[in-house]
Each structure stands twice: as structure tokens, then as C-alpha cells.
């Protein structure tokens, strides 16, 4: 039989989900993005970091800052929950993000009883960011670093399987990763 590519696993799935939203982010100091999924890896919302509907962003007026944090946007964490159609679906859920979260969103979060902080790549510059990992011990939340190779892996991993037997690219020309072909000829 024929060896058919690899489906994603739910973890894969909602780093990519988390990795495109923040695609619409406009705070050039870091795009971001959480994604939300009940505790049985159903998508609940998700939300990437912007000014106000109908506010200049950042990217065309520049940076709002207060004590070296940039005030004009909502944080990713903070849309993804007001796009929340039902907050008590949060309850055992997992959260993706992109950079480790902010305390005050880890606040929010946790205290919608998300059980598990699933952050891409870091964020040096994160108000409270060191503060949140000993909330998550009290609160039994698990954290979880991802590192960004793996998430680019798991996007070349969803190419492949979008273009095998029944997938919607299967009749491109064969797509593949620049980067990690770079990587591969580098052994
Ligand atoms: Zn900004
Ligand atoms: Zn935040």
C-alpha cells in the first residue's frame, strides 16, 4: 500500500491557526495571535493584536507607549476572548499563543479556566511575563514552549498531506519549504 501522508495532529493544527492570525496583527513590535479550543480540541476563537475596529494601527501612526509597552492595541489573548461566542467553553480548554503571554492575559485566560498555555517562540518584552509561570503552578495550568522550527515543520508537514491522495493542492507542482530544504542539504 501506498504510504500516505501524515494528518496533523490537534497541537500542529492550532500552532498553524495561531501562526496565520497573527498574519493580521498590526503592532510591528511583536504580531501576535491566541487561539482557543475547548478541552476536547474543538475551535472556540481566536484573535490577533489590533487597534480598536475603526482606530490608525500602529503600523500607520506609530507606537501608543507607556513605560515601554505599546498601549494602542488589544492583545491577541484579549480579542480571542472577546470573540468568545460562549466563555464557558474555555473551562479544560488549551490556549495558543504567539510569544509567551503578558500576566494580564495569563490572568484572563486562567481565569476562564483554560488548563494549558501553549506559547510559540518568546517575547522578551512581556508585561509580567515572568510572573506567569508561577501563576500557572498554583492554578495547575501546564505551559508549554514551542519552539518556531517546530511549527514551520508542521506547515511543510500540511503541505504534504494537501497535496496527497484527495487533498486540495494535490495538483500543484510539488510545494515545499525553502528554509527547511536549506536545512536538509546542510547535513
Ligand atoms: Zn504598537
Ligand atoms: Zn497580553
Known sequence: ME???ARLTFDELF???ALFFACRGTCDRLRTSTVVRSDENVFIAAGYNGSLPGLPHCDEIGHLMVDNHCMRTNH???NAILNCLDLAKLNGGTATIIGNPCYPCARKLIGKKI???RYIGV???AAGGNL???LCKEKAVIMEFVDINEVLASLQKALEFLQGPGGPLKDLPQLSLVLLNRKKEDK
Open 15 to 17: 500552532d498553524l491557526v
Open 132 to 134: 506567569v509561570e508561577g
Open 3 to 5: 504510504l500516505k501522508p
Open 115 to 117: 488548563k494549558r498555555l
Open 123 to 125: 517575547y522578551n518584552n
Open 76 to 78: 491577541g489573548e484579549d
